[in-house]
């Protein structure tokens, strides 16, 4: 297991990229909200990269990315653990 701290997520481009694309899902979805089932089924229909990178988190974490968003329609990082735990490769 590797040790993110929250503030690097961001910086790495997988990542972000992948919460861009939630942003996006969310953004479009009817209340702005949706679940880590809900995106799991839209990413793999959107972004297949980042469906699978989604996936590789545990379901906590998951639901924790899809929370609601700031003002800006942004992850609010600050909900998400200080630390994410990522398999290694």
Known sequence: MVIIPEGLI???PELATL???????????????????EATAALEK??????????????????????????HGTVQLSQVRDTVPLPTC
């Not at 919460?19 to 880590?36: C, H, N, R, V, Y």
């Not at 959107?46 to 003002?71: G, H, K, M, N, Y």
């Open 19 to 37: 919460m861009k694309d939630l942003g996006m899902l969310m953004a479009s979805a009817p209340d702005g909200q949706m679940t880590a089932a």
């Open 10 to 12: 961001q910086a790495i």
């Open 46 to 71: 959107a972004t297949p990269w980042s469906a699978v990178l989604f996936a590789t988190f545990p379901v906590r974490v998951q639901q924790q990315l899809v929370l609601e968003r700031d003002i």
